[in-house]
């Protein structure tokens, strides 16, 4: 089973960035929290980080028919892009939104979130440990279907 995470803009400054609303773990910590989690629920973890829009459009397009789920933290981009919302849908690959802090209780223009409409679950304000709810949520997911398709594989 592979699960791709990306992460948008600012989240490589993690530690550095207002560390009050986003914690003082750094963008290293997260990726070994990601590896950790990959060999604790034996699934294949990748991961892509992006400033730039048009980059995680073209990583979403390029998980099509190679990644069983996706956690995505869009970051700003969750809050305008209809372009990562319509390349998630394209794809229609199983995928979590998480964010770091708890969007509900910041700024207006946060509550609205393009991506999380064509993801199964959001997840905010659990810190870096929603990543790893994310990836144990779509292990579930991708396990039960996948028990399915085994099950009615045998049955015939
Ligand atoms: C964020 C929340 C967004 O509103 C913000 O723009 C981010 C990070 C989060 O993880 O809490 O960059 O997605």
């Known amino acids: 089973m592979k699960i791709l995470v990306i992460n948008g803009p600012n989240i490589n400054m993690l530690g ?9 773990h750094s963008f290293d910590d997260l990726l070994a929290l990601l590896q950790d989690t990959a060999r604790e629920l034996g699934v294949e973890v990748l991961q892509f980080q992006s400033n730039h829009e048009g980059d995680i459009v073209d990583k979403i397009q390029w998980a099509h028919g ?10 700003a ?14 794809v229609s690959i199983p995928a979590v939104e998480v964010h770091i802090s708890d969007v509900d209780s910041r700024e207006s223009f946060r509550q609205i979130s393009y991506a999380g409409l064509a993801c199964r ?36």
Not at 16 to 24: A, F, L, N, Q, T
Not at 66 to 75: E, F, Q, T
């Open 16 to 24: 550095i960035r207002e560390p009050g609303i986003y914690g003082s």
């Open 66 to 75: 190679k990644i069983d789920g996706i956690v995505i933290n869009p970051a």
């Open 77 to 90: 981009y969750t809050h305008t892009s209809v372009a990562i919302l319509d390349a998630l849908k394209a």
């Open 121 to 156: 679950k959001t997840i905010k304000g659990h810190g870096l440990e929603g990543y790893r709810e994310a990836i144990a949520y779509l292990k579930n997911l991708l396990g039960h279907s996948q028990e399915k398709t085994d099950f009615s594989a045998t049955s015939d």
